[in-house]
């Protein structure tokens, strides 16, 4: 089993940035990749970023592509979500999730284990 904890949350402005963090623990961090996921009142759990076990190889979503980074701390056992330049349809619960498969990984279905989410709001 591995346990994720999001936090970094809040409410901000349009145009503002914001740092998510994800703590892992239960396993070997190294062994998972991660993903990041969004999930809008009333809208489909969104793919937003994943990220490949040594933290080399990224990819992102096309609604996030250039705004927002991934990136891991294989020490720390964290992956971190940084989003600038936030819109107000950046809004929703945002969820980290942890796969074992090896390949890029974009689908909620591939992903094994999730955290509670952290809710990100952006206001006009």
């Known amino acids: 089993q591995v346990q994720l904890v999001e936090s970094g949350g809040g409410l901000v402005q349009a145009g503002d940035s914001l740092r998510l963090s994800c703590a892992a623990s239960?396993?070997?961090?190294?062994?998972?990749?991660m993903g990041w996921f969004r999930q809008a009142p009333a809208k489909e759990r969104e793919f937003v970023a994943t990220i490949s076990r040594s933290g080399v190889f990224t990819n992102y979503g096309d609604s996030v592509q250039g705004r927002f980074t991934i990136s891991r701390d294989n020490v720390q056992n964290t992956v971190y979500l940084q989003m600038s330049s936030l819109k107000p349809e950046d809004t929703g619960i945002y969820y980290c999730?942890?796969?074992?498969?090896?390949?890029?990984?974009?689908?909620?279905?591939?992903?094994?284990?999730w955290g509670q989410g952290t809710q990100v709001t952006v206001s006009t």
């Open positions: 239960g396993r070997t961090f190294s062994d998972y990749r």
């Open positions: 999730a942890a796969t074992g498969r090896t390949g890029i990984s974009t689908r909620a279905v591939e992903y094994d284990y």
